[in-house]
């Protein structure tokens, strides 16, 4: 039972960190997967919650350059 509400804390307090930020894609749910995956590798969710948001951030980061790069190509094949 501690491990989940240290759990809880944790991600009330990264909620709380990233409501402000705009740039904030893919770390909540990152923060979220890693968290889960934390807590049953060892009880190390928080651990877990911070490396899955560097992750999803990076992640989200990288899928939008693809969507750009491909916006960006798509009117040059249409002439």
């Known amino acids: 039972m ?8 944790a991600a009330a307090a990264l909620v ?3 409501a402000g930020t705009a740039n904030a894609a893919g770390c909540l749910k990152g923060a979220v997967v890693g968290g889960v ?3 049953y590798a060892g009880h190390h969710a928080v651990i877990g919650a911070v490396g899955g948001c560097v992750v999803g951030h990076h992640l989200a980061k990288k ?3 693809e969507q750009a ?6 009117p040059a094949q249409v002439q």
């Open 2 to 9: 501690k491990a989940l509400h240290t759990f809880a804390v």
């Open 16 to 18: 709380l960190a990233t």
């Open 37 to 39: 995956a934390g807590h």
């Open 63 to 65: 899928h939008a350059e």
């Open 69 to 74: 790069a491909q916006r960006q190509a798509a």
